[in-house]
């Protein structure tokens, strides 16, 4: 199971930092991914890390204002979030793939996904 916690209302300009905690499961022998998603529109990928912490893929949109870090030993993965935009306000879920060392920004090829945590970023 994965879960996410650190949602909320925040400013823009604000900073947020998101967490993603696994329980059971191997771990540290997957890639973790952060997703978006607003009403009406598909879910989006804005940035993923590999299973060794060692590759990441940033959205455009994300890029140089969001950090994903993990801690396998802790079984997390943190998405750090700066100068947040009224644009990143969504529910963003943490998940993983189907297959153990992959690394893929398509979404279907996700299978373990969280409950989501909101985040609002007022103008």
């Known amino acids: 199971q994965l879960a996410e916690s650190g949602g909320g209302l925040v400013q823009a300009g604000d900073s947020l930092r998101l967490s993603c905690t696994a329980s059971?499961?191997?771990?540290?022998?997957?890639?973790v991914g952060w997703f978006r998603q607003t009403p009406g529109k598909e879910r989006e990928c804005v940035a993923v890390?590999?299973?060794?912490?060692?590759?990441?893929y940033y959205a455009d949109s994300v890029k140089g204002r969001f950090t994903i870090h993990r801690d396998n030993a802790e079984k997390t993965v943190i998405l750090q979030m700066i100068s947040l935009k009224p644009g990143d306000t969504a529910d963003y879920y943490c998940?993983?793939?189907?297959?153990?060392?992959?690394?893929?920004?398509?979404?279907?090829?996700?299978?373990?996904w969280g409950q989501g945590t909101q985040v609002t970023v007022s103008s």
């Open positions: 890390i590999n299973w060794a912490g060692d590759n990441r």
């Open positions: 998940a993983s793939p189907k297959v153990s060392y992959l690394f893929t920004i398509r979404t279907e090829s996700y299978a373990l």
């Open positions: 059971g499961g191997a771990f540290s022998a997957y890639a």
